[in-house]
């Protein structure tokens, strides 16, 4: 009996170590399944961030670099020390008086605009400068530049003076025949009967006054009251109900 007994239980022990191996291979082996599975799926993750990256990436490139409209209104050339006038630009122009001349095609606008100045009772008003050729503004740079040399500032101080007032031949919008300086070119300008009429009519003849004090950082350039530039009767609507100057509004267009 006793010999039985034995026999049994150590069957059942065999049996037993038999499933315990059995269970600690399976284990082993799902342990190792998942194993592989997690580093799979981490190199997965790996690869989608790598993913979203490049779109993001490319999303930024699409903000940074925008479709930008090609302008191609003539009223709306840019001149400034960053656009200097296109090599090839070409002009027609047609006199103003003896010696002064303006664009052909906005000159019939700035008549206008100054007899109606002159009709409403306004006569101090005369145009000071308006077209102004390449070589004649490098004579103009060039003799301000002399001048401060001989009140005795050194070549940069002079330089940096002369470019307060005078910009370099071909940055200036002079040289574009669409601007035009009234009068004594000076700040009390703004003083005058004439300015007052300006700032409330000239957008009516296409005209806007190109430097306000406020845009002086967008513009690059001081306020000059005196400086007022042809764009146009729809633009100098615009810009006025925009608020902007002429490079914000280019900007705009270019964008929208
Ligand atoms: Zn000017």
């Excluded at 170590?17 to 599975?37: D, P």
């Excluded at 790996?46 to 191609?72: A, L, R």
């Excluded at 100054?114 to 740079?141: C, T």
């Excluded at 009516?204 to 009767?233: N, Q, S």
Aim: charged letters at 30%.
């Amino acid at each position: 009996m006793k010999d039985k007994r034995r026999k049994y239980v150590k069957n059942n022990m065999n049996v037993l170590k038999i499933i315990l191996i059995l269970l600690s291979g399976i284990s082993i082996i799902l342990l190792a399944f998942l194993w592989l599975k997690l580093e799979d799926k981490s190199e997965k993750v790996e690869e989608n961030d790598d993913v979203s990256n490049k779109t993001e990436q490319s999303n930024i490139i699409e903000v940074v670099v925008p479709n930008k409209k090609k302008i191609t209104d003539w009223r709306l050339i840019l001149v400034n020390k960053e656009n200097p006038l296109p090599k090839d630009f070409v002009i027609e122009l047609e006199n103003i008086d003896e010696t002064k001349q303006f664009d052909k095609r906005a000159i019939g606008e700035l008549r206008r605009m100054i007899q109606a100045i002159k009709n409403s009772g306004i006569n101090n008003i005369w145009v000071q400068s308006a077209y102004r050729s390449i070589e004649y503004q490098q004579n103009l740079y060039d003799n301000k530049i002399n001048d401060y040399l001989n009140k005795g500032a050194t070549k940069e101080e002079a330089e940096k003076l002369t470019l307060e007032y005078i910009n370099k031949p071909g940055e200036s919008e002079h040289n574009l025949g669409l601007a035009v300086d009234f009068n004594n070119v000076n700040n009390d300008f703004k003083n005058t009967k004439a300015f007052e009429w300006l700032n409330d009519n000239a957008k009516e003849y296409g005209f806007i006054m190109r430097y306000p004090e406020e845009k002086a950082e967008i513009t690059g350039v001081a306020y000059e009251p005196w400086h007022w530039r042809y764009v146009g009767r729809d633009n100098a609507y615009k810009m006025e109900e925009l608020n902007m100057c002429l490079e914000e509004y280019r900007k705009y267009l270019e964008e929208n």
